[in-house]
């Protein structure tokens, strides 16, 4: 379901991602949640959880990189 705050995102991502990062996640899964509403939008058996989770974290990957275990904005 979509997060109104990143106060509600899961653990794993309040605790590992900087605040920023967090938002770009957030706003990632929202629009993927609603992108992808429609089964047949969805590749083979993915949940629309699954493909949120995905599209998010795609998302973050563009702009924050893990260096020594710590999630860093790239130069």
Do not use: C, H
Request: glycine content about 2%; charged content about 35%; overall charge positive.
């Amino acid at each position: 379901m979509p997060y109104d705050s990143i106060k509600e995102l899961p653990t794993q991502v309040k605790t590992n991602l900087p605040e920023k990062a967090q938002e770009i996640f957030k706003e990632a899964y929202n629009n993927a949640w609603q992108q992808y509403q429609d089964e047949e939008k969805r590749k083979g058996n993915a949940s629309l959880e699954a493909v949120a989770n995905k599209v998010a974290w795609s998302a973050v990957k563009k702009k924050y990189e893990k260096k020594n275990g710590k999630w860093v904005k790239k130069k």
